[in-house]
C-alpha cells in the first residue's frame, strides 16, 4: 500500500512537472513573431523537452519518470481522442466528392510511395520512415504522435519526424502564397484553398497560408485539411493491422490484432462532434484542454529523446522529408489545376 501510495505521489509530480513545460510552450506560442509564423505550441514543447532532457535532467528525481512517460502515452492518447472535437462530418460534403478523393489519394500516396522510398531508397528504419510519411501525409505532429503510439517506438524517432515537418511545413507555408502573389502559381482563391489544405503539413500552418492569400482561402484550406484529418482513423487501425501481420512474419506466435482504441473513440467523438449537441463555449473549453495535453505529451517525448541516437540517423531523414515535400507540392498542384 505504502509502495502504491508513493508511487502514485511522483507520478502526480512528473506529469506537474511536464505540465510545467507545456504552460510555457503555449504562452511562447502565443507571442505576436510565433503567431505570425504559425509555430504551434506542440513544436515550442518538444524543443523545449529535448533542451532540458539533454542537459540538466539528470537534476530531477528519476522517481518522476513515471509521470514523464504517462504523459508521453496516456495523456497523449487522450488529447488525440479530444482531437476529434475539432473535425466533423458536414466538413467533408463542404468540399464535395472530388475534395475527399483528392485527400484521400494523397494520403495513400504519401504513405505507401513514401515508406517505400523510405526504406528501399533512404534505407530508413521503418518506424522511421513511417513516421516521417504519416506527419507529412496527414497532419504533421499530431499525426507522428498518433502513428507513435500505434508502432511503439522509439522516442527519438517521433522528435526527429517532428523536425522534419516543421522545417518543411514552414517552408510551404511562407513559400505557396508567395508563388501564389507572384502569379508563378495562376490559382483562383477556391483552387489555393484545395491545394494548401491538401499539401501543407501542420494545420496551424494551413490556416497562416490560407490567410496570407485571402479569408475565403484560409476557410476551404482549413476545411480540406481537417478531412485529412479524419483519414487519420482508417491509417491507425491499417497501421495496426499491419505491425500485427509484420510480427507474425518475425515469428512471434499468435500475435493478437490490436486495434488502437484511441482511434475508435476519435471516430465516436468527430460522430458526436457532428451533431453539433455541445455550445460554443464549452468546445472552446474542450479544444484548450487537448491543446495543452497535446503539448505536455510532445514535452514528454522531448524529455526522453536522446540527441545522440538523433546524430546517428544523419541527414537521410532530412533528404527523404524533401522528397515527400516535393511529391506532395507537385502531385497536389497538378491534380487541383486538372480537376478543381
Not at 261 to 280: G, H, K, R
Request: glycine share 8%.
Amino acid at each position: 500500500m505504502h509502495f502504491f501510495r508513493e508511487h502514485m505521489i511522483n507520478t502526480i509530480f512528473g506529469i506537474v512537472f511536464v505540465s510545467l513545460f507545456a504552460g510555457s510552450a503555449i504562452y511562447l506560442a502565443e507571442l505576436p513573431i510565433m503567431v505570425n509564423l504559425g509555430i504551434s505550441p506542440l513544436v515550442i514543447a518538444i524543443i523545449l523537452g529535448i533542451i532540458y532532457g539533454n542537459t540538466i535532467h539528470s537534476k530531477v528525481s528519476i522517481k518522476w519518470i513515471t509521470g514523464i512517460e504517462f504523459s508521453a502515452k496516456q495523456l497523449l492518447r487522450l488529447g488525440i481522442i479530444l482531437y476529434g472535437f475539432r473535425v466533423s462530418l458536414q466538413q467533408i460534403a463542404l468540399i464535395g466528392v472530388e475534395g475527399l478523393l483528392l485527400d484521400i489519394f494523397v494520403v495513400s500516396f504519401i504513405l505507401a510511395i513514401g515508406v517505400l522510398i523510405g526504406i528501399k531508397l533512404f534505407k530508413l528504419d521503418r518506424h522511421l520512415a513511417i513516421l516521417i510519411a504519416s506527419g507529412s501525409a496527414i497532419c504533421g505532429a499530431a499525426a507522428v504522435l498518433a502513428v507513435e503510439s500505434v508502432l511503439k517506438s522509439e522516442t527519438y524517432k517521433s522528435s526527429v519526424a517532428v523536425g522534419t515537418v516543421v522545417i518543411f511545413g514552414t517552408i510551404a507555408m511562407f513559400l505557396f502564397p508567395l508563388l501564389q502573389h507572384t502569379s508563378i502559381f495562376s490559382l483562383t482563391t477556391y483552387q489555393f484553398g484545395i491545394f494548401a489544405g491538401a499539401s501543407i503539413h501542420e494545420v496551424a500552418q494551413v490556416v497562416v497560408a490560407g490567410n496570407q492569400v485571402s479569408q475565403d482561402a484560409a476557410n476551404i484550406a482549413i476545411i480540406v485539411k481537417m478531412t485529412r484529418v479524419l483519414l487519420l482513423i482508417p491509417i491507425l487501425i491499417l497501421l495496426s493491422m499491419y505491425e500485427n501481420k509484420s510480427s507474425n512474419i518475425t515469428g512471434i506466435k499468435n500475435p493478437k490484432l490490436i486495434i488502437p482504441w484511441f482511434a475508435v473513440t476519435f471516430a465516436m467523438v468527430v460522430c458526436f462532434n457532428s451533431l453539433y449537441l455541445l455550445p460554443e463555449n464549452v468546445e472552446i473549453l474542450i479544444h484548450r484542454f487537448d491543446l495543452f495535453l497535446m503539448t505536455m505529451a510532445m514535452a514528454a517525448i522531448g524529455i526522453e529523446t536522446n540527441i545522440k541516437k538523433i546524430k546517428t540517423v544523419g541527414l537521410r531523414p532530412l533528404y527523404f522529408a524533401i522528397t515527400l515535400f516535393f511529391l506532395l507540392g507537385v502531385g497536389s498542384y497538378s491534380i487541383v489545376k486538372v480537376i478543381f
